[in-house]
């Protein structure tokens, strides 16, 4: 039994090598291809508003069972600013108004499409509540306990649409 806890220590290893490595970087492969369907679906649906100057309800739906389909506990942000020009005493004042997600919500719930006008900018931003089995892995074995949910994917611009 010479150097027999060697030879333990050896076998551990090689089974984390060969097994829990490959599967650690599967798992992270599956969270970009993930990550990369979200991008591609919020590219899809912001362009959709940017072109069209408007958001529908069904779009809206379509995009959020999309999105929850493959990502469990996202939280999407939605935020639409625009630009208003006031004229006070002084002169010409530019005033951005931001409107919510609640509020954007609030209008397809009642009308079924929100209106944006030329130059407007919409935004959207996704979380994830909850980390991915990849992050969970790994933060155990750097013994952290604090999950820090950064945006998953971002993505925005101005609306082109002309009538």
Not at 9 to 17: D, P, R, S, T, Y
Not at 55 to 72: G, H, K, M, P
Not at 94 to 101: C, L, M, P, Y
Request: proline share 2%; aromatic share 12%.
């Amino acid at each position: 039994m010479e150097h027999a806890f060697g030879k333990v220590a050896a076998i551990l290893a090689a089974a984390v090598l060969f097994f829990f490595l490959p599967s650690v970087i599967a798992v992270q492969r599956q969270e970009a291809v993930i990550q990369l369907y979200v991008w591609e679906e919020t590219v899809r649906m912001v362009d959709t508003v940017r072109n069209m100057g408007s958001l529908s309800d069904r779009q809206y739906e379509q995009y959020l069972s999309n999105i929850t389909a493959v990502l469990d506990g996202a939280e999407i942000t939605m935020v639409h600013t625009a630009d208003a020009i006031h004229c006070e005493q002084e002169g010409l004042e530019t005033v951005q108004k931001v409107v919510s997600e609640e509020q954007i919500i609030e209008v397809l719930e009642q009308s079924g499409r929100y209106v944006f006008q030329k130059g407007d900018f919409f935004r959207v931003a996704v979380r994830k509540k909850f980390p991915g089995l990849a992050e969970r892995v790994l933060h155990a074995f750097s013994f952290s306990e604090q999950w820090d949910p950064a945006v998953y994917v971002y993505y925005g611009g101005s609306v082109r649409y002309e009538d």
